[in-house]
């Protein structure tokens, strides 16, 4: 279970799965389909967790951020927005969607850079061990409205 691994991963670098901590993981994983900013994140926890303050929450990221558990994304708005990692090949197999009109966020699950990486180690020892690819444009929806 995700939990139980981050749990694990918390004790190994000397944290606690604190209640505030449990509630953020618990948004993260509840919308793990989305790309929420911080403060879509705090309204989320304080449902859960209504005494929760928002810089709670920011240090909370931060921490999982810092161990790997989520990534961390700036998509051009002006917030970062997060997702946690939830494990497994496919995670590091997805890219960005944005669109410029609406500000929707998608994914596209597809390793587009397995050969660069490959190139990039072959010809000068760079080992790359992470990627963040973004495609900006407009969406589906947007499209069709333009076109009309």
Not at 30 to 42: F, G, K, R, V, W
Not at 98 to 126: M, N, P, V
């Amino acid at each position: 279970m995700l939990k139980d691994r981050v749990k694990a991963k918390l004790e190994e670098e000397s944290y606690r799965l604190t209640p505030q901590r449990s509630a953020v993981l618990d948004v993260l994983i509840a919308n793990a389909d989305d790309h929420l900013s911080a403060e879509e994140i705090y309204m989320h926890t304080k449902k859960l967790h209504s005494e929760i303050g928002l810089a709670t929450v920011y240090r909370n990221l931060e921490l999982l951020e810092k161990l790997g558990i989520v990534h961390r994304f700036d998509y051009g708005d002006g917030q970062s927005r997060y997702e946690i990692k939830l494990g497994g090949e496919e995670e590091h197999y997805h890219h960005h969607l944005i669109c410029k009109q609406c500000g929707y966020i998608g994914e596209f699950h597809s390793d587009l850079l397995e050969a660069i990486e490959q190139r990039i180690e072959e010809e000068s020892g760079f080992q790359v061990t992470d990627h963040c690819l973004r495609f900006f444009g407009l969406c589906a929806q947007c499209r069709k409205k333009s076109s009309t």
